[in-house]
């Protein structure tokens, strides 16, 4: 593996590769970083974020109070052990003393760890304390993790959407895309559609998720927490500066664990609330559009875009799958089959596939059915209008009644 | 005794069969461990060569080589190899070598029982190995195999699962053995406070394992029955939950993370007084810093799951606990360094690689020292620091042990010296490359890396590209350990019974001639 992996990089230094370039940059980096004549403000960091709430600058300080009390102790004992490995050896002549115990000094190192371990622990309890009451919220804001992408539900206003990795991202991230990431702004840490939040308001998260565990990671906020499926976790944010802040899941979560990104933009207020009425306008104009018949040409070309952002992790951009675990939809019988087989998996998932009626509208899952079974070197050449999703997903959103069971 | 003696002059027994039938049939105690360490050794090339295939991938941003999927595989696989076919088997080889020279035995207590650990070791092995090639792929949830994910995984659940089975089965009866064999075939005068600190640390690693292994097999035949069966345990929407899966795992986790480091500990303190010419310090605050670990270990697991959304009574509980094993931890390091205080120190390899521990593990130590704070756990959760802390921990903390211990036995196994020029060179690259491989590791999670990603935002760039140069250097500087061995097995200057300066002192084993006879203490040694 390692042969052929040098034997790669050797032809492409000889071929001149544009990738190769990028490596002799960082080379140039690394090495002006270790003569410390790297730009003040260089894009690597060595220490934890201070972040930009009250909690993180918390944390931050817990974590420099025990990072400093270890390098003491270690200067200290490292100290101790090499002045021994120094002065007591053989080679300078220096004979074994053969004591093996003395009481006092092991009772001293025992007692003098433990009362540093409660100095540090008090600190710890307060900050844990402070984080753990999520009490008393402005807000609140539910987090769905799906593999792989995030829901974001405003509880409070009803607004409602999903974020997922950014196009360009994942046009890069593919393997042998030939795209270089440094020329990607933000590579891997931009969304489609970034949570956005006020400014200095106790936002409530409520964290769960659809599928397998994720976990939702902001590092500016001091904190991450599981989304685990089936239970709800709280935890509590309030932002004190405007910005962008970006993280990533951070609990393996499957083969695109790498790529579901989050972005946070905090607001003032006031542009937070123009923020969450272009929102609604915008839910409105996706939920009217699926109330007119669409041409098949514009079904198609809308499903291709839904069909990269949602289908294509799994099913691959070519609708080949990945055999044995993600089926291909090319050929497939159920995509060439009936029309309404495919839309009812669609709709509900089966298996692994999650249910998309959860997820996306009338229009864009017409599009996108439309578009399987007439791309993807499929030629079914029928196609479904948002009218004939529409009912189904209303009948979807009902609650199952009780003599179902 | 004098039937058995009759029954000697009938058919010489003494020496081992021809061919592979002496392996496969094996009851001595030496050819066994012989088998497990080569085993082990196999295993540390074969997970090592993962590790370069993670580490090329992650040598610059973007994808170049695998897949994502594949590289999850890489990850999960090269963990369950490192830890379940090279350090384990390492551990079990350098206990059948030397626990039954080290107390006076004849043997171990269950010869044939031995035999088959080993054979079940293999069997398991390769068994998880062929994972690799199955429709779907090998398991790539991670190591802890944690639900939902895992129930995702391809063809290969049941084979993992039952793999991990037999790996069980063959560690509980090895632990077993090894216990059995402490305490009832020490010879005679050989209180249980005059034990070599490598037995004892022996001991409680047996009793470790058999508390926490049944415990592993119960969890995974739980996800069995889960994926295949309908049950869920571990699934809310048929009652079950997922996090009670990382309970029972980490019950046995914890432990299994102990098990993974105790032995070092002993061959720490085997090794340091040997070469620093004096006793071991404190010997009776050693075995009960020991015992306190152990027990500490049962109660601390839910350390590595403070972000799962526990009550806070658990977190501050488990913060707590957590910080108190640095105490017993402690006073192992300081008694180290107090063991070399004055003494005549000489610096042959086993020696470099044991002082190399000691400063690299407490660094590890320290890290583990940071992440139990559980507030700021939430931050290094899952990051590139919890990969360095890991790292520091089984790389140059367990695998430098293995290493020393390796160097420290091999005159004593071959009855041939090592090429201790060759060594040093084999031990300054490797303790210069682990720390180039590791060290970035920390900033990278400070920064805010997740750990298990294939691919990285730009500003993760340079401190990865430094790992991974790290990594293929350490990875090839085990070739030189390889050829070494190697060298010192089939021949070399003759090593004496001693070795060491010194060292009939230090332990039985060194009473014996080099190489050692196929059979030792078939009459037991007097103990002073």
Request: hydrophobic content about 50%; proline content about 5%; charged content about 15%.
């Amino acid at each position: 593996m390692a042969g052929r992996y040098f034997g790669k990089l050797m032809i492409k230094i000889m071929l001149g590769d544009s990738s190769v370039k990028k490596t002799k940059q960082i080379f140039a980096h690394l090495f002006l970083m270790l003569l410390g004549l790297g730009e003040a403000n260089a894009e690597y960091a060595l220490n934890m974020p201070k972040g930009v709430t009250r909690i993180s600058n918390d944390v931050y300080d817990l974590h420099m109070l025990i990072l400093w009390i270890c390098v003491a102790i270690g200067i200290l004992v490292f100290g101790v052990m090499f002045y021994s490995i120094y002065y007591h050896r053989k080679s300078v002549g220096h004979q074994a003393v053969q004591f093996h115990d003395n009481a006092k000094v092991e009772l001293l190192w025992t007692i003098i760890p433990t009362i540093i371990l409660v100095v540090m622990a008090i600190p710890a309890t307060k900050t844990m304390m402070e984080m753990d009451d999520v009490s008393e919220p402005d807000m609140t804001i539910k987090i769905t993790g799906w593999q792989w992408k995030w829901e974001y539900d405003y509880l409070d206003s009803g607004v409602h959407f999903f974020s997922s990795l950014d196009a360009e991202s994942n046009q890069a991230r593919q393997l042998g895309s030939g795209v270089d990431a440094a020329d990607i702004e933000n590579y891997l840490l931009n969304v489609d559609n970034p949570l956005v939040i006020p400014v200095n308001k106790k936002i409530r998260l409520l964290l769960t998720a659809s599928d397998v565990l994720h976990a939702w990671w902001v590092p500016e906020f001091g904190w991450k927490k599981d989304n685990v499926p089936g239970f709800i976790n709280d935890a509590w944010v309030s932002v004190e500066k405007p910005g962008i802040y970006r993280g990533q899941c951070a609990e393996l979560c499957g083969k695109d664990h790498g790529y579901m990104p989050i972005v946070v933009i905090a607001k003032e207020q006031a542009e937070y609330e123009q923020w969450l009425e272009e929102k609604k306008t915008q839910a409105l104009a996706a939920a009217s559009s699926a109330d007119r018949e669409w041409s098949q040409a514009e079904l198609i070309a809308k499903g291709s875009e839904v069909y990269q952002a949602n289908c294509a992790s799994c099913h691959m951009a070519d609708g080949q799958g990945v055999p044995g675990t993600f089926p291909a939809l090319a050929g497939s019988s159920v995509v060439t089959g009936p029309l309404d087989g495919e839309v009812s998996i669609v709709l509900n998932g089966r298996a692994m596939m999650p249910s998309f009626g959860a997820m996306l509208n009338a229009s864009d899952l017409a599009a996108v059915i439309s578009f399987t079974r007439n791309g993807l070197s499929n030629k079914v050449g029928d196609s479904v209008q948002p009218l004939i999703i529409k009912p189904l997903l209303a009948a979807m959103a009902q609650p199952e009644e009780d003599d179902d069971w | 005794m004098s039937a058995v003696t009759s029954a000697h002059d009938e058919h010489d027994d003494h020496g081992p069969k021809k061919g592979i039938m002496r392996w496969l049939t094996t009851t001595n105690h030496k050819d066994i461990g012989t088998m497990y360490l080569v085993f082990a050794l196999v295993m540390f090339f074969v997970g090592g060569a993962m590790a370069l295939v993670i580490r090329a991938e992650l040598f610059e941003p973007g994808l170049q080589f695998v897949n994502p999927h594949f590289f999850n595989s890489m990850t999960t696989m090269h963990a369950l190899i490192m830890i379940f076919g090279a350090v384990m088997p390492a551990f079990a080889g350098f206990a059948n070598w030397m626990v039954p020279m080290m107390i006076g035995a004849p043997d171990m207590a269950l010869p044939r029982m031995n035999n088959m650990s080993f054979w079940l070791l293999v069997a398991g092995g390769v068994l998880l190995f062929s994972t690799l090639f199955m429709e779907g792929g090998a398991p790539a949830a991670g190591w802890t195999m944690y639900p939902p994910l895992v129930l995702q995984t391809g063809n290969s659940l049941p084979f993992a699962i039952f793999s991990i089975h037999l790996l069980g089965v063959s560690s509980i009866m090895a632990a077993i053995n090894i216990v059995a064999t402490i305490f009832n075939m020490r010879a005679p005068g050989m209180g249980l406070m005059k034990m070599p600190l490598f037995v004892w640390t022996w001991l409680i690693t047996g009793f470790l394992l058999i508390a926490v292994m049944p415990v592993f097999a119960g969890a995974v035949t739980m996800l069995l029955t889960d994926r295949f069966f309908e049950t869920s345990f571990f699934d809310a929407a048929g009652g079950g939950d997922p996090v009670l899966y990382q309970h029972i795992f980490w019950f046995f986790g914890h432990p299994e993370v102990y098990i993974l480091i105790l032995p070092t500990f002993g061959l720490a303190s085997t090794i340091i007084p040997v070469f620093a010419r004096k006793p071991l310090f404190g010997y009776h605050s050693m075995v009960y810093a020991l015992v306190s670990i152990a027990v500490l270990s049962f109660v601390v697991w839910a350390h590595h799951m403070f972000t799962v959304g526990m009550p806070i009574a658990g977190e501050l509980f488990f913060m707590y606990a957590t910080m108190l094993v640095a105490v017993p931890t402690g006073v192992k390091v300081f008694n180290w360094i107090a063991t070399m205080w004055k003494g005549a120190m000489t610096f042959e390899t086993p020696m470099l690689f044991t002082v190399a521990f000691v400063v690299l593990f407490t660094m590890g130590g320290f890290s583990g020292l940071m992440l139990a704070i559980a507030p700021a756990d939430f931050q290094y959760h899952d990051s590139y620091f919890i990969v360095a802390h890991f790292h520091y921990v089984l790389v140059p903390g367990t695998v430098f042990m293995i290493i020393a211990g390796t160097y420290y036995w091999l005159p004593k196994w071959t009855g041939h010296r090592y090429d201790e020029k060759l060594a040093k060179v084999h031990f300054w690259m490797s303790t210069i490359s682990v720390n180039v491989l590791f060290f970035p590791q920390h900033f990278l999670g400070l920064a805010g890396m997740p750990r298990r990603i294939p691919d990285y935002a730009v500003q993760f760039a340079e401190f990865n590209m430094i790992s991974s140069v790290g990594g293929f250097l350490f990875g090839f500087s085990q070739l030189i350990f390889l050829y070494i061995i190697i060298k010192a097995i089939r021949g070399g200057e003759k090593a004496t019974g001693e070795v060491w300066e010194g060292a009939k002192q230090h332990g039985l084993e060194w009473t014996l001639p080099s190489p050692a006879p196929y059979h030792t203490f078939e009459k037991p040694p007097k103990i002073k």
